[in-house]
């Protein structure tokens, strides 16, 4: 039986949560893995290719046979971006003509994702099943290849797991429960949580990539790289000497703003935006004279909280679609997808957004123009084109053509995606900052 685990460390997880791990072996159905950040086993069952040492993105399912359940997140390992599979022969911009289509479109990515879990689908990036006996060793009675008696009688760890994550997948109950050492820890667990230790399971979100998209983009003001009010009635501006902070981040999260909130101080010289969705911070941008460089976004909001009480500070407040701010979230907390050689800025501009409405994905590309030294940003939410941002002359518009004008005027082009995974803003999932945690977090 494998060692129990220390239940203070489990329970910082939740079902859905995102956790980078560590594949150790490989196992029938997938992979032996373990969460560096605490020393937790686990398992992940997966048809995609790993080896041992390659660091994956998965996401926590539950605790099962002293080991962490995980289902795949992406088919590409961490730090070297999402690859795509093969291009298509179909345009997006077919997409947009029959919304019907792309509409049924837009589970796809999480469809196959689920489909690829459970093992019923091929992954374009897998290599064969491994062989069972390759993995735990091949004891066998006679010639006729039959498994030994203690195989036949008693399921193996990886199979035991198996079968637990496709009753979690199918929505039913254990039909086995967990071990008894563990029932014991788990219950040690519940005291201690509820003996005033409550904050330890609600720890602060934790973004499984952070992009800082600031250092790629030559921009006069990093604030600019959020665009300003669709509907100027949603602005609201606050000299922040008048206000309360404990009441601004309150009213942000009570009534699940989802927009941008920028704010200036000229005691503090800096600037500074913050993207949110549902109240939360998906996307955080600070800077400032005094410490110029490019900051990831938790790092930028507990700066930016510090500055919003500074006595000068204004602070503006306005709406903005849903579908444009979880897409430009992507920039902030997305994977960067790998760019193909060979193919020129056009190209690959239709191969992203041809794949991305297909798989229903959700998606920010940039596109830079290196003669102007100007930045645009193109929005895809769920298999929808969203639009596109000039950035530098501040203007969105929803019109395809003006994006295939850019390619027309500098042919050096470069086109860059980053892509959001669709777990993060499932129904129930975690996705995005806690505005009241990062305050008290800095104190």
Not at 101 to 124: K, L, R
Not at 176 to 189: H, I, L, V
Not at 211 to 239: C, G, H, N, W
Not at 323 to 336: E, N, Q, R, Y
Request: proline share 6%; net charge negative.
């Amino acid at each position: 039986m494998s060692r129990p685990i220390n239940p203070w460390k489990v329970t910082g997880y939740k079902a859905g949560q995102n956790v980078v791990c560590k594949v150790m072996k490989a196992e029938s159905g997938g992979y032996a893995v373990l969460i560096p950040k605490d020393n937790l086993p686990g398992f992940i069952q997966t048809a995609a290719n790993h080896q041992p040492g390659e660091e994956v993105l998965a996401q926590f399912v539950c605790v099962h046979n002293n080991r962490i359940l995980l289902s795949p997140l992406f088919s590409g390992t961490i730090g070297k971006g999402a690859s795509l599979p093969v291009k298509s022969s179909k345009n997006w911009l077919e997409e947009l003509e029959n919304p019907d289509q792309q509409a049924t479109s837009q589970g796809g990515f999480q469809g196959n994702y689920q489909e690829e879990a459970m093992g019923q689908t091929q992954s374009p990036f897998a290599p064969p099943s491994p062989d069972a006996n390759e993995a735990y060793g091949s004891n066998s009675y006679g010639a006729n290849g039959s498994n030994s008696y203690a195989e036949n009688q008693m399921p193996s760890d990886a199979q035991q797991d198996m079968q637990a994550y496709q009753q979690y997948q199918m929505g039913t109950e254990y039909t086995q429960a967990p071990a008894e050492a563990y029932q014991n820890y788990q219950q040690e667990s519940t005291d201690y949580a509820q003996g005033g230790h409550s904050a330890f399971a609600e720890s602060q979100w934790q973004a499984p990539v952070e992009q800082t998209p600031t250092k790629r983009f030559r921009l006069r003001r990093a604030i600019d790289l959020v665009m300003p009010p669709v509907d100027q009635e949603s602005l609201s501006v606050y000299q922040m000497k008048d206000y309360d902070l404990e009441w601004l981040i309150t009213d942000l999260e009570g009534g699940m703003r989802t927009g941008c909130m920028k704010c200036t101080s000229e005691q503090q010289l800096s600037r500074s935006a913050v993207l949110l969705y549902k109240g939360k911070a998906v996307g955080c941008i600070y800077g400032c004279k005094s410490s110029p460089e490019a900051r990831p976004t938790e790092e930028s909001l507990t700066s930016m909280l510090n500055d919003l009480e500074a006595t000068d500070a204004v602070v503006s407040v306005y709406d903005l679609p849903e579908d444009v701010t979880v897409a430009m979230s992507a920039l902030f907390l997305g994977f960067p997808v790998e760019r193909t050689e060979g193919m020129d800025a056009k190209s690959q501009f239709d191969f992203f957004m041809t794949y991305f409405t297909q798989n229903g994905s959700t998606a920010c590309l940039a596109i830079t123009l290196p003669s102007t030294k100007s930045t645009y940003l193109v929005f895809v939410h769920r298999g929808r084109f969203g639009g596109c941002f000039f950035v530098e002359e501040q203007i969105f518009t929803q019109d395809p053509n003006d994006i295939y004008k850019l390619f027309q005027v500098d042919p050096q082009a470069r086109v860059e995606a980053s892509l959001l995974q669709p777990e993060m803003t499932a129904p129930g999932a975690r996705f995005g900052y806690s505005l009241s945690m990062a305050k008290q977090k800095r104190n």
